[in-house]
């Protein structure tokens, strides 16, 4: 119970991120450097969930993987346009 706690809540955390992204087309003050670790760390956390078996660090990580590999990928996609702003 509390893993599934927990997980909501770290994973809710990147929601309102996505979606200011996806409005506003806008990454400029997001850190390329800190969203490439956290995908890195995401993805060993599901490895690891996957390996001990634990359901709710499996789907919480599939979840944030999703949303900051989203983030990630505006984030370089946006990256020359704003730029040049």
Do not use: H
Not at 29 to 40: E, K
Request: hydrophobic residues 50%; glycine residues 6%; contains cysteine.
């Amino acid at each position: 119970m509390i893993g599934f706690l927990a997980a909501i809540c770290t994973t809710s955390a990147f929601f309102p991120q996505a979606y200011k992204v996806y409005k506003t087309k806008r990454t400029r003050d997001i850190s390329l450097g800190m969203f490439w670790l956290l995908v890195a760390g995401t993805v060993l956390w599901l490895i690891y969930g996957i390996i001990i078996e634990s359901f709710p660090i499996i789907i919480a990580n599939i979840v944030t993987l999703n949303l900051a590999g989203y983030i990630l990928y505006k984030k370089i996609k946006y990256q020359n346009r704003e730029y040049y702003q």
